[in-house]
């Protein structure tokens, strides 16, 4: 299934349903006194997050949800039956917006819910009218409409550490690794189409696409995924070992962190010298103490394919989120 972070849908709640005229019919009376019931709430538009980063993915074709009206009501003074809520599950880090007013709602938390738009009120039965100089009212009220309306939903990934690096930096290795993640992996770039979670000991880790220059003004994938570093807790940001000029290659994607701003250069950012297997100890341990004095940052050497490695940069991870 494709990716989808961003999808505009359409939704109403659900109409009230209509007060009735209704007569308590006794032996003695054709029409005894009034027992028209009041109409039903209609169903309210509920947003609720799950965690399933997929989750957007189910309105792309389906795009019109609407709650269930309320029923009218009844003879013998019985209320209409409510309509149910429509719950529209969306993932945590989901940015509810409604269109037509901007007003905006933001879902953290796996289970938290927001009504957006509540169901409309239930009409009035004639029983209502009843007074001491209204014996046999004729009256009733309609129930009230519904309300809706264009809704835009934009994921934005929430994570306690996020994975960036340019392409083939091997993030999606690490991720694999460290976590039950499936990212897929290959060599050349663009692997990682779309962004993709991990648990980590209780931690989520954000495996992000990789990053070109002018990705910060729409290039290649673009600004589409850089928003989905915005809410991580710190950025893992890797520098394989294969690259000549790993100080260059971290500078051009700090340069477009920096560019894309929303507070992202200000985030803790631990600097991961990745695929040290490519190279000798030594040599890796040379570029890790270059890249940390040409940056002024803290740098951790990794390599997937040993498990020693892993086990040793899992550790330190786990300090580091414990922080």
Request: no cysteine; hydrophobic share 40%; aromatic share 6%.
């Amino acid at each position: 299934m494709a990716f989808v972070d961003e999808v505009v849908i359409r939704v109403e709640s659900g109409k009230g349903g209509d007060g009735v005229i209704r007569w308590l019919r006794t032996k003695e009376s054709a029409r005894g006194g009034p027992s028209g019931g009041d109409g039903g709430r209609g169903g309210d538009v509920v947003f609720v997050g799950v965690r399933d980063l997929a989750a957007l993915a189910q309105y792309r074709y389906e795009k019109d949800f609407h709650a269930e009206n309320g029923e009218a009501g009844k003879g013998e003074l019985k209320h209409g039956a409510n309509g149910a809520d429509i719950f529209i599950k969306i993932p945590i880090g989901t940015v509810v917006r409604v269109l037509e007013t901007g007003e905006e709602h933001e879902i953290t938390r796996e289970g938290e819910s927001i009504v957006l738009f509540r169901g409309g009120k239930g009409g009035l039965g004639n029983a209502r009218f009843k007074s001491s100089t209204n014996q046999n009212p004729f009256q009733q009220t309609a129930g009230k409409p519904g309300k809706g309306g264009d809704i835009k939903l934009t994921l934005k990934i929430i994570a306690d550490a996020g994975l960036i690096g340019l392409p083939n930096a091997g993030k999606s290795s690490l991720i694999n690794a460290l976590t039950r993640s499936k990212s897929k992996i290959g060599d050349y770039p663009f692997t990682t189409l779309e962004p993709s979670l991990g648990e980590f000991h209780g931690y989520i880790l954000a495996d992000i696409p990789g990053l070109i220059e002018g990705a910060s003004s729409g290039r290649g994938l673009g600004i589409d995924f850089l928003k989905h570093v915005e809410r991580t807790g710190i950025l893992l940001h890797l520098v394989s070992a294969e690259q000549e000029d790993s100080i260059m290659a971290y500078k051009k994607v700090r340069r477009e962190v920096e560019l894309f701003g929303h507070g992202l250069a200000e985030k803790r950012e631990i600097l991961i010298l990745s695929k040290a297997d490519l190279i000798t100890p030594d040599e890796a341990l040379i570029k890790a103490e270059a890249l940390a004095k040409g940056t002024g940052k803290e740098v951790l050497i990794v390599s997937v394919v040993d498990p020693s490695s892993i086990r040793l940069f899992a550790d330190t991870l786990t300090k580091l989120l414990d922080k």
